[in-house]
T-cell receptor, first 114, second 115 residues
Framework: AQSVTQLGSHVSVSEGALVLLRCNYS??????LFWYVQYPNQGLQLLLK??????LVKGINGFEAEFKKSETSFHLTKPSAHMSDAAEYFC????????????FGQGTELSVKP | EPEVTQTPSHQVTQMGQEVILRCVPI?????FYWYRQILGQKVEFLVS????????KSEIFDDQFSVERPDGSNFTLKIRSTKLEDSAMYFC?????????????FGPGTRLTVL
């Protein structure tokens, strides 16, 4: 069965600092991987996705993630945090054989200090 | 920009009552999903729906739950007899194609509170 683990339920960084949100997955078949962001009182918005093309994926708002099969990881990074990045971030996995359902990690709340 | 909408934003109900949560997916999408998030826990898959029938459902989606697409625009989740543990945020999502690699577009959610 597929699963996703996000290390750290809460991450705090200073404005301008590197953002690193960790995601590890478990899947018996090549996965599709997603990062979603949730701002307060809003739905989940797709940041980026990996679908077996380039292993380094660039998304919106300056975020990127690298798929590392050997480490079963898909960590999310941003070189310089902005106050507007404060939100909840969810890593999710899907595969073709599962009809498209998403399996989510526990979520990481990102705080950005001025 | 097209978006998924959900109503109501917040629903309060008494235990044992029926509730219907409503969603309007993006108009040209064909695959529909319900997820829920209990406070402090992860987002969980409930059910997927395609071509007017359930494609897949989780263990959570028992006989108390049902989904329907009554017309060409709405997609509803019904809980027949609510329990305290049904209190959660319920998200509707839709996507244009299957295959697992398509982006799912999420609505803002309905917060269900069961008293």
């Amino acid at each position: 069965a597929q699963s996703v683990t996000q290390l750290g339920s809460h991450v705090s960084v200073s404005e301008g600092a590197l953002v690193l949100l960790r995601c590890n997955y478990s899947s018996s078949v090549p996965p599709y991987l997603f990062w979603y962001v949730q701002y307060p009182n809003q739905g989940l918005q797709l940041l980026l996705k990996y679908t077996s093309a380039a292993t380094l994926v660039k998304g919106i708002n300056g975020f990127e993630a690298e798929f590392k099969k050997s480490e079963t990881s898909f960590h999310l990074t941003k070189p310089s945090a902005h106050m507007s990045d404060a939100a909840e971030y969810f890593c999710a996995v899907s595969d073709k054989n599962q009809g498209g359902k998403l399996i989510f990690g526990q979520g990481t709340e990102l705080s950005v200090k001025p | 920009e097209p978006e998924v909408t959900q109503t109501p934003s917040h629903q309060v109900t008494q235990m044992g009552q029926e509730v219907i949560l409503r969603c309007v997916p993006i108009s040209n999408h064909l695959y529909f999903y319900w997820y829920r998030q209990i406070l402090g826990q992860k987002v969980e898959f409930l059910v997927s729906f395609y071509n007017n029938e359930i494609s897949e459902k989780s263990e959570i989606f028992d006989d108390q739950f049902s989904v329907e697409r009554p017309d060409g625009s709405n997609f509803t989740l019904k809980i027949r007899s609510t329990k305290l543990e049904d209190s959660a945020m319920y998200f509707c999502a839709s996507t244009a194609g299957a295959g697992g690699y398509n982006e799912q577009f999420f609505g803002p959610g309905t917060r269900l509170t069961v008293l």
